[in-house]
C-alpha cells in the first residue's frame, strides 16, 4: 500500500502502528524530513557474501562482517549462501552459518550444489559437483542443523525426485537451478517439491519452491526446447512457485526483467542479489569458495572460464535497477520484501510494515538511497 502521508512507530523492537497519519491515535511523532520514503526491510534469499567475505569460507568473524554490512545497506533479513565445495569444506561452512543463524545474523543457510549439473555450473567447480547422495546428504543436514532453509538442485539427475521428497518433508524449500532439465522434467520437479511442502507436517510455513537465478544456469527458452524457462514461469504464473530475477542489470537485460513482471506478476517473484565477497568493495581479485574471480567495472567473472561469478550489487541496488527497467517501485518492493518473507515461512514476522511485526524498516531518499536502517528496532551502523 503506498500512503502519501503515512506513519510508522516502533518501541520495543516491533512495529506499533502502520497506517495514514489521519488514523493514528494520539498525537502525531515529529515527522521527518519532506521526501522521505519508508519500506520494510529488504529479504534476501540468495547472497554468498560482501565486504570482502565469502559465506563459504567458513569463518564466522568474517561471515558476521558481511551480514552486518548487507545489514547496514538495507537488507535486513538473508539466507546465507554457499557454493559447491568438497563435504568437509561444505560442513564447516554450514556449521558456522548456523551459529550465525543462532546469533540472528542471518535468517539462515541456502546451499547452492554440489547436486548440479555439469554442463550448467556456471562459477561452481565441475569437478566437485556430483549426482544426490543419501549419505552426503545426511551428513550435511546434521551439520546445518535447523538452519539449512533452501537448497538447489538439478531436476535431471538421479535422485534429484528422492532428494526434493527429503527436503520438503524437513521444511526445506527445494531450489530448481543449475539444470539442464526439459520442461516436463523441471515442471515435475516443481510440482513434486511444492505437494511435499504443502504436505509436510513442520514445513515452518514455507509453502512454495523457488527457482534459483531464473535464466541463469539454464538453457535459454527456445520455441522447440523450451526446457526450465517455460516450466518455471507457468508453475510462478499458477502461484506454486517463486522465481528469483537477479535483477542487477548484469545477469538479465532490463527488458527480461520488466517481461517477467509483466508475466507472472510480482507476488510470484523474488529478487535476489547472488552477491559475492566484492559487493561492498572496488574492483580486484577475489574468491568465491574454491574458484578465483576477478571483478571488473563490478562484474564478477571466474578465471579462466568467464562464467558469471555472482553479483556485486546490494538488494536496493536491485530494487532501484528494477524500477528503472520500468516495474513500479510497490511491486519491486514486494518482490524484495513480502515475497521472499514468505518463501522462508516469516510473513508475520519481516517484509512489510504492520504492527506487530519486526521494526526492520528502510528510511530512503527519493532516489531510493540509504537514510537510515532500523533492524529489530535498532538503528544500525553504517558499515563501510
Not at 516502533?10 to 494520539?26: I, K, R, W
Not at 555450473?121 to 545426511?138: F, K, N, Q, S, W
Not at 538453457?219 to 510462478?236: K, Y
Not at 510494515?353 to 540509504?370: P, S, T
Request: with cysteine.
Amino acid at each position: 500500500m503506498d500512503l502519501p502521508d503515512g506513519v510508522v512507530t516502533a518501541d520495543g523492537g516491533l512495529v506499533t502502528f502502520a497506517g495514514p497519519a489521519s488514523e493514528y491515535p494520539g498525537v502525531l511523532p515529529e515527522k521527518g524530513p519532506d521526501g522521505q520514503i519508508l519500506v520494510p526491510g529488504l529479504v534476501d534469499l540468495h547472497c554468498h557474501g560482501a565486504y570482502g567475505w565469502d559465506f563459504s569460507e567458513g569463518d564466522l568473524d568474517g561471515a558476521s562482517r558481511a551480514a552486518r554490512y548487507l545489514h547496514s545497506r538495507g537488507t535486513t533479513t538473508l539466507l546465507a549462501s554457499v557454493v559447491t565445495g568438497n563435504p568437509r569444506d561444505l560442513m564447516r561452512s554450514l556449521g558456522v552459518l548456523k551459529e550465525l543463524a543462532e546469533q540472528g545474523l542471518v535468517a539462515g543457510s541456502h546451499l547452492e550444489g554440489p547436486f548440479l549439473s555439469s554442463q550448467q555450473c556456471g562459477a561452481h567447480d565441475p569437478a566437485l559437483l556430483r549426482d544426490p547422495d543419501p549419505e552426503l546428504v545426511t551428513q550435511l543436514l546434521a551439520a546445518a542443523g535447523p538452519s539449512l532453509a533452501s537448497m538447489t538442485l538439478a531436476a535431471e539427475l538421479p535422485g534429484a525426485s528422492g532428494l526434493v521428497d527429503q527436503l520438503s518433508a524437513l521444511g526445506i524449500v527445494p531450489s530448481l537451478g543449475h539444470t539442464a532439465a526439459d520442461h516436463t522434467t523441471a515442471a515435475a520437479f516443481l510440482e513434486r517439491a511444492a505437494a511435499g511442502l504443502r504436505s509436510a507436517a513442520d514445513s515452518a510455513g514455507r509453502m512454495r519452491p523457488t527457482v534459483t537465478h531464473l535464466f541463469n544456469a539454464m538453457p535459454p527458452l527456445h520455441h522447440r526446447s523450451p526446457g526450465p524457462v517455460s516450466a518455471s514461469l507457468s508453475a510462478a504464473r499458477a502461484g506454486t512457485a517463486v522465481v528469483e530475477l537477479i535483477g542487477d542489470g548484469v545477469h538479465l537485460a532490463p527488458e527480461t526483467v520488466k517481461l517477467v513482471f509483466d508475466l507472472v506478476g510480482a507476488d510470484n517473484i523474488a529478487l535476489v542479489t547472488d552477491a559475492m565477497a566484492a559487493t561492498g568493495l572496488e574492483d580486484g581479485q577475489y574468491r568465491l569458495g574454491s574458484l578465483s574471480v576477478t571483478v571488473t567495472d563490478g562484474v564478477a567473472r571466474v578465471d579462466g572460464t568467464g562464467a558469471i561469478a555472482g553479483g556485486t550489487a546490494t538488494l536496493l541496488d536491485v530494487v532501484r535497477t528494477t524500477v528503472a527497467a520500468g516495474v513500479p517501485l510497490q511491486d519491486a518492493v514486494t518482490s524484495a520484501s513480502a515475497v521472499p518473507a514468505s518463501v522462508l515461512g516469516l510473513p508475520a514476522e519481516v517484509g512489510d510494515l504492520r504492527a506487530g511485526m519486526r521494526a526492520d524498516i528502510l528510511v530512503l531518499g527519493q532516489e531510493l538511497q540509504v537514510a537510515g536502517v532500523l533492524r529489530d528496532g535498532e538503528w544500525v551502523h553504517e558499515v563501510g
